[in-house]
């Protein structure tokens, strides 16, 4: 096996806003589950990075034409996505959920989306399944690059629903982002795991397993979880 090159700086896309994640503090440094991981497994490892905030589709096809080495952004390991990439052992188990605005009494159940808008993210598990009912509901799609504007859209009234990861809605609305749950229950989804390039990048992912297995076996995984997330999570 290859040693990394020596002052190799891994460079890691990840996404702008998915709080707890990854998402800007009030002094706009980029912190999070995400963040906190990649953190502690590189100086468990002994390795240096870069986080590069591109936006989840955008770090995502940075990782599928190299222009980064890997990807930490809540990027569910998917059968699709296992074909272009490699995934490391799963960190967080995650699923979709719909959401709406905080006062809107009207839209409880996916049978209230007929005629109406939906807005979702590009690239994203969320879309997938929100697209996979569409038809059947009668909804329209409504895509964004981000959480923050798909939120904002439903928000404004623009769209009536959207649809994103259950532990980032959940958060949001913990914190007060203005949107509130309905009627529907999450759904199933795939665990989060760390991405790399197919077959390029065996070093860094060995490396961030390793350390994953570390932080479990510390305590450490559990506790950067908790800082975000509360005792029990
Ligand atoms: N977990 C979802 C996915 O992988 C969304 C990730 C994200 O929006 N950062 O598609």
Redesign the pocket.
């Known amino acids: 096996a290859s040693e990394p090159a020596a002052g190799k700086v891994y460079q890691i896309g990840t996404?702008v806003t998915?709080a707890p994640?990854?998402f800007q503090d009030a002094s706009g440094k980029f912190v999070g589950i995400d963040m906190d991981l990649m953190e502690a497994i590189a100086r468990d490892q002994g390795f240096r990075y870069e986080i590069k905030p591109l936006g989840?589709n955008a770090a995502v096809q940075a990782l599928e034409s190299g222009q980064v080495d890997g990807v930490i952004?809540?990027?569910?390991i998917?059968d699709e996505?296992k074909l272009k990439f490699d995934f490391s052992e799963p960190y967080f188990d995650?699923g979709?959920i719909m959401a709406v605005r905080e006062n809107d009494s009207q839209t409880r159940t996916y049978e209230d989306l007929r005629g109406k808008k939906v807005a979702v993210?590009t690239?994203?598990?969320?879309?997938?399944y929100a697209e996979s009912i569409a038809g059947e509901y009668g909804f329209t799609i409504v895509p964004f690059d981000?959480?923050a504007q798909m939120y904002d859209d439903v928000k404004g009234g623009n769209s009536v629903a959207c649809f994103?990861?259950f532990p980032?809605i959940a958060y949001g609305i913990q914190q007060g982002n203005g949107l509130q749950l309905t009627d529907e229950e999450k759904v199933a989804?795939?665990s989060?795991g760390f991405a790399v390039r197919k077959g390029q990048n065996a070093e860094l992912l060995r490396m961030f397993n390793d350390g994953l297995a570390n932080l479990k076996n510390s305590g450490e995984h559990a506790r950067i979880q908790e800082a975000y997330l509360g005792e029990g999570a």
Do not use: H, I, N
Not at 73 to 76: E, N, Q, R, T
């Open positions: 996404d998915f994640f990854e989840f952004a809540g990027m569910s998917t996505r995650s979709v993210k690239g994203t598990e969320g879309y997938r981000d959480s994103d990861d980032v989804g795939a989060y």
